[in-house]
């Protein structure tokens, strides 16, 4: 499965935090334990019985009649280890070989004990993980206690002071790191090279409790990376004890804040990503989702890193590109970026009609210097040409010439400026989501519902909608489904037009916003109070289409709730309680 377009960009700009579990490890070097592995050894040192530990646990058994612990008791049975041992040991003499280690000293020895860099250095020479030190991952969080990513990933940073790697007990940690900077290990639960794991490893249920008490500034600056970074989760499952203690309790601390019930509430949470090898059933990703953690599914971690690679070289090629292009002509880019600022007048630009085509399209690389390069990426801007607060201001100025242009040109039947901006959003800007995109894309809605007779319009039509729908398929944040569903409403203006696949896709993309309207599902009032705004706009040639959708889904409650009050001449205001009115 390809990486989603937001995740993508939020990595160039070097805002993504990978959040590594067991299974990172455990893909490379197999040999490494796994929670329940680890348990199981330990368990063993009471009696000697490697299945001592489901005297402990309920029956549990996998599909192949297996008996296996659940990782909802791991957390259980390392403190019941504990208490076990000291039964043992309470009648064997302090300092007595034979009395069993603490939980903490057995998971330092059995990560070391059959581990060394060496190995783990070869295991990935030629992969992509290796080929990602080039990339701009600037932080990284783990709670994983072995070594693995300091004696490979970060290990040459780590001898030449580039990069720093932070273990439990953690201090005053720095998340700024400079662009082109080095990179931040933190290892939130601790590490076996510190020499006293019980003041470092937290794996009971008591070393939770007092993690989430006691070192308040890790779990504050985990706050602060799930609130303004795009977090990534690699090698866990999400029924892992360590996902379930640190996202509930950043997401729930958030929920705090809200009223009970308040959709809204988990809205300073940005959303997460969970990287999963196979397929994950709906209903798991329409639960998580609810709690702002979307999945990549079908993607091992290999192919992860594949896909960093080539989307940062495909953005390193497409910068040199523009970079390039502008260099060779800096002359008339200078012209364009100290001519237009925000407020210039497009009326009064000394341009002739046959040279608008060509100042657009050099105007138009000013905006994409500005939106794919100076807005984009991690790395420092070099043209020191264009600054970039006044490129900004330049860029809204083009977007009121672009406009002005273009309507001038199509209320003459020229189509040409249109065919340009369709391509640009599409090709150079690739629905990236800004204020460009926003003010371009409802720009040519109107154009398309204003000149109704243009010269092959149904092609501008299935390109605009291509464009919607692309950008339902990048972006799933709140305001994404106000705007998603607002442009499909209007887009049902457009079915005279449309080709029968567009017109199914667009009453597919409907009939999604609108399940997704609501507090059943998790998700923003707004967007339903939206409804009851657009909804006026919406045509009725498009309802067959769209009443067919509805019911392919069957007619429950919302179902039901949309084929009896959006139909045309319904009351739309009844489709879903306004809020307060449970």
Not at 62 to 91: C, G, K, M, S, T
Not at 235 to 252: A, K, M, R, T
Not at 459 to 476: G, H
């Amino acid at each position: 499965m390809a990486l989603p377009y937001e995740l993508r960009q939020e990595f160039l700009k070097g805002n993504v935090v990978l959040f590594v579990g067991a299974g990172f490890v455990k893909n490379y070097l197999p040999s490494m334990p796994l929670w329940q592995d680890l348990l199981r050894q330990v368990f063993s040192t009471l009696t000697g019985d490697t299945n001592e530990i489901f005297k402990y646990c309920d029956a549990v058994f996998d599909q192949r009649r297996n008996r296996i612990v659940h990782p909802a008791e791991y957390l259980r049975l390392a403190q019941q280890f504990e208490l076990a041992r000291e039964r043992v040991n309470r009648d064997t003499p302090v300092g007595d070989p034979s009395q069993v280690p603490s939980i903490h000293e057995l998971i330092q020895r059995a990560l070391t004990e059959n581990y060394t860099p060496e190995v783990a250095r070869r295991a990935i020479k030629g992969s992509h993980l290796a080929a990602a030190k080039r990339l701009p991952l600037p932080i990284w969080v783990t709670t994983n206690f072995d070594t693995f990513l300091e004696d490979t990933f970060f290990e040459e940073g780590i001898n030449t002071g580039a990069d720093i790697v932070l273990s439990r007990p953690v201090r005053n940690v720095d998340f700024a790191t400079p662009s082109g900077g080095g990179r931040t290990l933190l290892k939130i639960h601790g590490s076996v090279s510190n020499p006293e794991p019980a003041q470092s490893i937290v794996i009971t249920e008591e070393d939770y409790h007092r993690f989430l008490r006691g070192d308040r500034y890790i779990i504050n600056k985990l706050y602060t990376l799930f609130c303004e970074r795009t977090v990534v989760f690699l090698g866990y499952s999400l029924s892992d004890p360590n996902i379930q203690f640190i996202y509930h309790e950043v997401l729930f601390d958030q929920k705090a804040g809200g009223s009970p019930g308040d959709s809204h509430s988990f809205s300073q949470i940005r959303p997460s990503f969970f990287v999963s090898r196979s397929a994950i059933p709906a209903e798991q990703k329409a639960y998580y989702k609810h709690k702002r953690i979307h999945y990549v599914e079908n993607c091992s971690i290999e192919e992860y890193f594949k896909q960093l690679g080539s989307t940062f070289d495909t953005f390193e090629q497409g910068r040199a590109d523009i970079t390039a292009r502008i260099r060779a002509d800096v002359g008339t880019y200078k012209h364009w970026y100290e001519l237009i600022t925000w407020n210039t007048d497009p009326a009064k630009l000394a341009v002739e009609d046959d040279q608008k085509v060509d100042s657009l399209a050099q105007m138009l690389d000013l905006v994409e210097l500005h939106e794919a390069v100076y807005k984009a990426s991690a790395s420092a801007v070099t043209m020191q040409e264009f600054e970039p607060a006044t490129l900004n201001l330049a860029v809204q100025g083009i977007l009121r010439v672009a406009e002005h242009w273009c309507d001038e040109f199509l209320g003459r039947g020229r189509t040409d400026l249109l065919e340009m901006l369709l391509d640009f959003l599409k090709y150079k800007q690739r629905v990236r989501k800004s204020g460009v995109l926003y003010s371009l894309l409802n720009a040519i809605s109107r154009w398309l519902q204003s000149f109704p007779s243009l010269p092959d319009i149904d092609r501008f039509v299935q390109k605009y909608c291509t464009l919607i729908q692309q950008y339902d398929t990048a972006y799933n944040d709140w305001g994404d489904y106000t705007y998603c569903l607002e442009h499909y409403v209007i887009a049902t203006q457009l079915f005279s037009h449309m080709s029968n696949p567009t017109r199914k896709r667009t009453a597919e993309g409907l009939y999604r916003q609108l399940s997704m309207c609501g507090r059943d599902m998790g998700d923003s009032w707004y967007t339903t109070n939206r409804v009851y705004q657009v909804w006026p706009q919406f045509h009725a040639a498009a309802w067959p289409l769209l009443e067919a959708e509805i019911r392919k889904y069957g007619t429950g409650y919302k179902n039901q709730a949309m084929l009896d009050f959006l139909k045309p001449g319904g009351d739309c205001t009844g489709f879903l309680p306004r809020q307060g009115s449970y």
